[in-house]
């Protein structure tokens, strides 16, 4: 009963509230894995943006006008990660704020010998654990230049992630994934690029990965949808680990 009912409220949503076409050819032309999806599964990709957009407040900021463009566009990163998930994997929280540009959010801290410090850095997203999302538009439509970066995807991981506590680069596994084996290739593959850095050689991704187990996490969810071709060739362990998560390979769209 409560599975019909679910249904019955989708295809509600589906038929009352669509993405317009010229909206969604928008956001697939814009969004560089979308447009290389297949056909069913960019059909599938729309379903499911269409849920978000009704799951989801789109909050502007700065007096941020949203159109239809965006928001399609907007959707359309935020349910890639999603694509073989589900909408329930984005559960337990409710906004995204858009800011037209890089936003600057001021934090307050306490150091080791009690001194307040306040800081403001520019930001082009953040996610709040049980909070919003928080994205800057303007990063939106810069996805894949360079080649790999996405800041939509990265944050949508680091939600992802949180669905057990704090982010931590471990979001939960399938039944049929071996948190070992995980745990190896996201471990191996931090000491790797952490060689490299330290022999002064170019890394194959974002250094930002190396901040934490979370953003490394975030940064190779970013490159294995974007580059995947990249990743594969230069972790394939963890590649093998994202494809087993997402339910996804992107070599193979």
Same mark, same amino acid.
């Given at each position: =009963?409560?599975?019909?009912?679910? !249904?019955?409220?989708?295809?509600?949503?589906? @038929?009352?509230?669509?993405?317009?076409?010229?909206?969604? @050819?928008?956001?697939?032309?814009?969004?560089?894995?979308?447009?290389?999806?297949?056909?069913?599964?960019?059909?599938?990709?729309?379903?499911?943006?269409?849920?978000?957009?009704?799951? !989801?407040?789109?909050?502007?900021?700065?007096?941020?006008?949203?159109?239809?463009?965006?928001?399609?566009?907007?959707?359309?990163?935020?349910?890639?990660?999603?694509?073989?998930?589900?909408? !329930?994997? +984005?559960?337990?929280?409710?906004?995204?704020?858009?800011?037209?540009?890089?936003?600057?959010?001021?934090?307050? +801290?306490?150091?080791?010998?009690?001194?307040?410090?306040?800081?403001?850095?520019?930001?082009? #997203?953040?996610?709040?654990?049980? #909070?919003?999302?928080?994205?800057?538009?303007?990063?939106?439509?810069?996805?894949?230049?360079?080649?790999?970066?996405?800041?939509?995807?990265?944050?949508?991981?680091?939600?992802?992630? =949180?669905?057990?506590?704090?982010?931590?680069?471990?979001?939960?596994?399938?039944?049929?994934?071996?948190?070992?084996?995980?745990?190896?290739?996201?471990?191996?593959?931090?000491?790797?690029?952490?060689?490299?850095?330290?022999? #002064?050689?170019?890394?194959?991704?974002?250094? +930002?990965?190396?901040?934490?187990?979370?953003?490394?996490?975030?940064?190779?969810?970013?490159?294995?949808?974007?580059?995947?071709?990249?990743?594969?060739?230069?972790?394939?362990?963890?590649?093998?680990?994202?494809?087993?998560?997402?339910?996804?390979?992107?070599?193979?769209?």
């Amino acid at each position: =009963m409560v599975w019909n009912l679910k !249904k019955w409220r989708e295809r509600r949503i589906l @038929q009352r509230h669509p993405i317009p076409e010229p909206a969604w @050819q928008y956001a697939v032309a814009h969004c560089g894995p979308a447009r290389r999806l297949s056909i069913p599964r960019q059909v599938r990709l729309r379903t499911l943006a269409t849920l978000f957009l009704r799951d !989801k407040a789109l909050e502007p900021a700065q007096g941020f006008e949203l159109t239809d463009n965006m928001r399609a566009l907007l959707a359309a990163h935020a349910c890639l990660p999603i694509l073989n998930l589900g909408l !329930k994997w +984005y559960a337990g929280w409710h906004a995204v704020v858009l800011y037209p540009g890089m936003f600057v959010p001021e934090r307050h +801290y306490r150091d080791a010998a009690g001194v307040v410090h306040h800081t403001r850095s520019a930001m082009a #997203g953040e996610s709040w654990q049980r #909070g919003p999302v928080i994205l800057s538009w303007e990063a939106i439509l810069q996805a894949g230049a360079p080649p790999g970066h996405n800041v939509a995807i990265h944050e949508f991981a680091h939600k992802l992630d =949180m669905l057990h506590g704090e982010a931590n680069g471990f979001p939960p596994l399938h039944a049929d994934m071996g948190r070992a084996r995980w745990t190896r290739a996201f471990h191996d593959a931090f000491a790797q690029l952490q060689n490299l850095r330290l022999s #002064g050689e170019p890394l194959p991704i974002d250094g +930002y990965a190396l901040e934490n187990p979370a953003e490394f996490f975030a940064v190779t969810s970013e490159v294995f949808f974007e580059a995947p071709a990249v990743l594969h060739a230069a972790l394939p362990a963890v590649y093998d680990q994202l494809r087993l998560f997402y339910r996804q390979d992107p070599r193979n769209p």
